[in-house]
């Protein structure tokens, strides 16, 4: 197993946002998470890519269990081994597009080429603007390509196309399955949206703190086939 999570409970102040969640995540699967607003989807991704510790439960990466590592431990595992597309993008303004994505590179490890990556994602004629320069739905291809290009084995994305037109949208996931299929990155696909969630080897649902639905896409469609209502 990849990733396993065991009774993840999280709360704020005196709310319990996740009241106890398991999950087993395989390698080279595309896993969308569905959930009204709320619901506490992000802080789910959060505990299970060691962005925040939850206040109960384990989550283990492999045989390594991330919510017992020591902080530089768990830096140096999320350097090397996971990608993260924010809601929110999380670009560095100072730097430009094209340093923004290279800081998504770990050294000595092979990544993808970038000139390729950002042909694909059509932000070749961006690399040397500020994200300061761009668009919502530019910024958020770049934060994708910083995101992939060191080729994590775990790619953790929260709303990633929420930014994007039906064109970009098709594009993106695409390029993730592709992705999957080359590189084995198994992929946790935060969205609301439901065509996204047809292309999903599987879909849960996140409903009260819970795990609502879990659900395996027997065929999931191509992305090219997805229909913007
Ligand atoms: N750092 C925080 N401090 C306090 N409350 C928080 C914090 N982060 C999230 N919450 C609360 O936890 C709940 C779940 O938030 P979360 O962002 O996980 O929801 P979500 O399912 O991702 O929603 P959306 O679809 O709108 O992004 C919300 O009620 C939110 O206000
Ligand atoms: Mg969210």
């Not at 993008?89 to 390729?116: A, F, H, K």
């Not at 819970?210 to 027997?218: A, F, P, Q, S, T």
Request: charged share 30%.
């Amino acid at each position: 197993m990849l990733l396993r999570a065991e009774n993840v409970k999280k709360q704020f102040g005196k709310e319990e946002i996740l009241k106890g969640i398991s999950l087993e995540v395989r390698e080279k699967t595309f896993t969308v998470i569905l959930g009204p607003s709320g619901s506490g989807k992000s802080t789910f991704l959060n505990t299970l890519s060691g962005l925040m510790p939850p206040n109960e439960g384990k989550v283990w990466f492999r045989e390594k269990e991330i919510t017992g590592m020591r902080e530089k431990e768990l830096a140096e595992w999320k350097r090397k081994s996971i990608g993260y597309v924010f809601q929110n993008y999380m670009l560095l303004n100072r730097l430009t597009v094209r340093e923004n994505i290279e800081v998504g590179l770990y050294p000595g490890q092979e990544s993808l080429d970038l000139q390729e990556l950002v042909q694909t994602l059509e932000i070749d004629g961006l690399l040397d603007k500020f994200p300061g320069q761009l668009s919502g739905g530019q910024k958020q291809r770049v934060a994708i390509a910083r995101a992939v290009i060191k080729r994590p084995e775990i790619l953790f994305c929260d709303e990633a196309t929420g930014a994007l037109d039906e064109a970009n949208s098709k594009k993106v996931v695409e390029l993730l399955c592709e992705l999957k299929q080359k590189f084995g990155i198994a992929i946790l696909f935060v969205t609301h949206n439901l065509q996204i969630a047809q292309t999903a080897d599987r879909v849960i649902t996140i409903k009260d703190g819970l795990l609502h639905k879990d659900r395996i896409n027997e065929n999931p469609i191509p992305a090219s086939e997805m229909v913007w209502e």
